[in-house]
């Protein structure tokens, strides 16, 4: 067996991983969902443009902080500017294009936060030990990248 493969039980491992990450951030996305009718992308767009940019971003700025490519991303804001939740304006000093949040969209996200931190909160903060908590950031510090 070549060292690189991985057991039964590392598969095993692996899977319960993912499973349960993709089982609680789709509880948290529904959960705003439902609420507000942001979708991920929407909530990630508005999100970070408030954080990172206070409320305007470069669109590629975005896209690296999305991890999204160029294209995905001019699509969902298309979308969300039809929506009124964001606007796009070229920028005079090059052919870059700004995008801003507007009083909708920080509305809307504004609304969607309170939401996302009680689902956070039910669906997996409130099932930690301190224990947990503690090996959660000695994994995340062990494989930072």
């Not at 920080?106 to 669906?123: E, F, G, L, Y």
Request: proline share 1%.
């Amino acid at each position: 067996m070549d060292n690189n493969e991985l057991n039964a039980e590392e598969m095993r491992i692996w899977y319960m991983w993912k499973s349960s990450f993709k089982n609680i951030f789709g509880r948290v996305v529904k959960d705003i969902f439902e609420h507000t009718g942001l979708s991920e992308g929407d909530f990630g767009v508005l999100d970070r443009l408030v954080l990172l940019g206070n409320g305007s971003l470069r669109q590629q700025e975005l896209a690296d902080s999305m991890d999204w490519d160029k294209s995905r991303l001019s699509h969902h804001l298309t979308r969300m500017e039809k929506r009124g939740l964001v606007t796009r304006k070229p920028l005079d000093t090059d052919r870059g294009v700004q995008v801003i949040i507007t009083s909708a969209g920080q509305s809307a996200r504004d609304d969607a936060r309170p939401v996302m931190s009680k689902s956070i909160r039910k669906h997996f903060l409130d099932h930690l030990t301190d224990e947990d908590i503690e090996l959660i950031i000695k994994l995340r510090e062990r494989t930072k990248s």
